[in-house]
C-alpha cells in the first residue's frame, strides 16, 4: 500500500471494534477525535497494531496516546509507509 486514505482507516477501526455495528461518519472525520467518532482507546491500540501488522511497520509505543485524530494517525501512518 503506498499510502493509507482517510476511509481505509475507518474500514481498518470498523474491522477492529468487535460485532458492533460499523461507525461511517458523515464529512470529512480527519481532525475528529477517535473518541468523538465513537472509537474507544482499546480499538485504537487494535486498530494500529493491525496496521502494523499488514504494513510490515513501527509506529511506537506512544502512537495511541499521541495521535488523537485520524490525521494525526495518517500522518504517521504513511511517514511509516513512505520510510521517512
Known amino acids: 500500500m503506498a499510502e493509507m486514505t482517510i476511509q481505509d482507516l475507518i474500514d481498518v477501526f470498523n474491522r477492529s471494534i468487535?460485532?458492533?455495528?460499523?461507525?461511517?461518519?458523515?464529512?470529512?472525520?480527519?481532525?475528529?477525535?477517535?473518541?468523538?467518532?465513537?472509537?474507544?482507546?482499546?480499538?485504537?491500540?487494535?486498530?494500529?497494531?493491525?496496521?502494523?501488522?499488514?504494513?510490515?511497520?513501527?509506529?511506537g509505543e506512544n502512537v495511541v496516546s499521541e495521535a488523537r485524530t485520524p490525521r494525526q494517525l495518517l500522518d504517521r501512518v504513511n511517514s511509516a509507509l513512505s520510510g521517512v
Open 18 to 59: 468487535g460485532d458492533q455495528d460499523p461507525i461511517e461518519p458523515e464529512g470529512d472525520p480527519s481532525d475528529v477525535t477517535f473518541a468523538a467518532l465513537g472509537f474507544d482507546s482499546l480499538t485504537t491500540l487494535n486498530a494500529v497494531r493491525r496496521i502494523e501488522r499488514k504494513n510490515s511497520i513501527e509506529l
